[in-house]
Every structure is written in C-alpha cells, then in structure tokens.
C-alpha cells in the first residue's frame, strides 16, 4: 500500500482501497471450494426392485469359523490347532482343487489369530476367501 506524503493542501483521496474487498473474495472462495463437494455428494436415485435371487454355486464352500475363545471349526467340526486346519484344508482342496473359504469371525477376536487363520489358507493354495458379515 503506497502512502502519500503529507501536504498542506488536504485533497480527497480518489483511490479505492481494495484489500478488503480481496479478503472477503478469498473467504468466499474458500467457502465455495469447501460446500461445492458437499452438495454433490448426495444423489437421489429411484433404484429398480427385484426379487430376491441365490446364486447358482456348483461347490459348496468350507465354513472356516473361529469364536469368542478363538476355536477353530471347519464345516462345523471343531479343529484343535492350526496344523489340523491346515491338513484339513489340504485335503478338501485335494478333493475339490478350485474350492472357496468362508471365515466367520467372532468380532472379539484378536487380529493376530485371524491373519495366522488367513495366511494357513493361504499356505494350503486356497485363492477364494471371503468374510461373512451379519446385516444390521
């Protein structure tokens, strides 16, 4: 901002001071940037009704479940130890080489007990796993 040095005669300053007018621009702006995604986010969306449908599956896959005290069962037979699962799992994938694992977790357990679980099966050549989850 250029000041002007004092004279004797006291003219009327004939410029506009625009640094207000910059700020309440930038915070506009701001507030622009900040609400524009929040409006796009929600889209209303009429979606199609269908009937409920089960999918066709060939192979029925293996039940791996492991409980509150962290017990193994495979198709609802209890496991003592991780070497029993990882015999069992070998031999059903013997039998059925492209078969599919479905972990049901007790939601107390340890991380540490389900990503050993995971990495027997994934020792044993099982590619397909997946976590069953309860709808709320």
Known sequence: MAFKPQTEDHETMSEINVTPLVDVMLVLVIILLVTAPLVTQSVNVSLPKTAATTPEIKEQPLQLSIDEQENLSLNKSVINNVTDLET?????????????????????????????????????????????????
């Open 88 to 136: 069992a799992l070998q031999k059903e994938i013997g039998s059925h080489p492209d078969i599919a694992v479905h972990l049901y977790v007790d939601q107390k357990v340890a991380y540490k007990k389900i990503a050993e679980v995971m990495a027997i099966v994934q020792h044993t050549g099982i590619s397909k796993l997946a976590f069953v989850t309860v709808e709320q």
